[in-house]
Structure formats: C-alpha cells, structure tokens
Antibody, heavy 116, light 107 residues
Framework: QVHLVQSGSEVKKPGASVKVSCKTSGYTFKTIAITWVRQAPGQGLEWMGWISAYNGNKQYAQKFQGRVTLTTDTSTSTAYMELGSLRSDDTAVYFC?????????WGQGTLLTVSS | EIVLTQSPGTLSLSPGERATLSCRASQSVSSTFLAWYQQKPGQAPRLLIYGTSSRATGIPDRFSGSGSGTDFTLTISRLEPEDFAVYYCQQYGNSQGTFGPGTTVDF
C-alpha cells in the first residue's frame, strides 16, 4: 500500500531555513504529483504548492513565493519542502500529500517550531 | 485565488442524525477538482470525496457529495460515533489549491 513518511520535528530560530522530507513507497513515484499543506496550531489547512514528480514542474501559493522551494529525488522516491526566512507564524505541522487536484494519501506530518 | 467558505462552523448533532455541510466558492469551481476531507485531532486529513461526488477508497456509502459551480455539499446520512471530526472542502484550479476553513461536527 501507499506510504508517505516524513522527517521528524524541527525547532528553528527566526530567519533560518528548514528542509522537510517525504519518502514515498507503494506506488510509482513519477506518476503522481506531491502537494504540501500546512496547519498552524488549532487552525485549518493551508495549501502551499505542488511539484510534479515526473518532470519537476511546480506551482507555489502566492503567499510563499520566494520563500519555499519544492524538489524531488526520483532515485529515492522522496519529495522535499524547503522554507526559508522563517518567522514565528511559520510554526505549524507540515504535511506532504499525494496528488495535485485532490490528495488521497498523506504523510504523518512534521511539526516545525520557530522560536528564538 | 478562489476563496472557499464553509457553513456552519460547528454542527452539533447526535449519532444517527443526518449531517449536511456546505462549501461555497468565491467563483466557479471545476466539479472535477472539488474534494472533501475528514480530520481528527492529531491525525492527517483523510480524503472522503473527490470530483464532487466520488467516494475515495474505503469510504462508507453514508458519505455523499453533490453540487456544482459555486455551491457544494457533503452529506453524512446517519452519523456514526467515529464521524465526529472536522471536515474541510478543497478546490484546485488555475494551478492553485485552497481549503475551506472547516466545519466541526460534534455532539
């Protein structure tokens, strides 16, 4: 079956960067895009962007343009989300999810805490 | 960006009752790219409905979706104890996705 396993929790200082990984298994990685979604504590879901695992095409939410970079490594079936210039309001759980239009499998989430 | 509004914010019901959740878009959404998710505390969201009305794998038939244009509905025909959760609608269009703010179904 399909699995998406994310890297562990992170604590970062304001201004730093973080890179979260999402290792996939159980399907052909190149066939389906990966989307990243975040959820601040006690808040709703926020769409950040997607990347094609086939050709690397990507699209970011305007809010994150210039701060987020999505990449993939097809040799390890892993997707990455790097977020820079971190602020305290970036504190959230970050999810990777399989799909572009809708998301049928999700990672377990990675808690990012941004604090001085 | 297409903004999704969900109502009500909270739906207080009892097991066995029918739940009707609304999702309204600020502009027309492709029916192909309107989905619904269920999320319980401490868990990742779970896909319930995609393409407005298609149930995801393993989703019981008490969950159904309908709608078109700017108005969409998720219906739970008879609430089971495990259905008490937060429900989000989500759309994808013009290479951008957005989620609604969620509806909490509690008792």
């Amino acid at each position: 079956q399909v699995h998406l396993v994310q890297s562990g929790s992170e604590v970062k200082k304001p201004g730093a960067s973080v890179k979260v990984s999402c290792k996939t298994s159980g399907y052909t990685f190149k066939t389906i895009a990966i989307t990243w979604v975040r959820q601040a504590p006690g808040q709703g879901l926020e769409w950040m962007g997607w990347i094609s695992a086939y050709n690397g095409n990507k699209q970011y939410a305007q809010k994150f343009q210039g701060r987020v970079t999505l990449t993939t490594d097809t040799s390890t079936s892993t997707a990455y989300m790097e977020l820079g210039s971190l602020r305290s309001d970036d504190t959230a759980v970050y999810f990777c999810a399989r799909g572009q239009g809708w998301f049928d499998s999700w990672g377990q989430g990675t808690l990012l805490t941004v604090s001085s | 960006e297409i903004v999704l509004t969900q109502s009500p914010g909270t739906l207080s019901l009892s097991p066995g009752e029918r739940a009707t959740l609304s999702c309204r878009a600020s502009q027309s959404v492709s029916s192909t790219f309107l989905a619904w998710y269920q999320q319980k505390p401490g868990q990742a969201p779970r896909l319930l409905i995609y393409g407005t009305s298609s149930r995801a794998t393993g989703i019981p038939d008490r969950f159904s979706g309908s709608g078109s244009g700017t108005d969409f509905t998720l219906t739970i025909s008879r609430l089971e104890p495990e259905d008490f959760a937060v429900y989000y609608c989500q759309q994808y269009g013009n290479s951008q996705g957005t989620f609604g703010p969620g509806t909490t179904v509690d008792f």
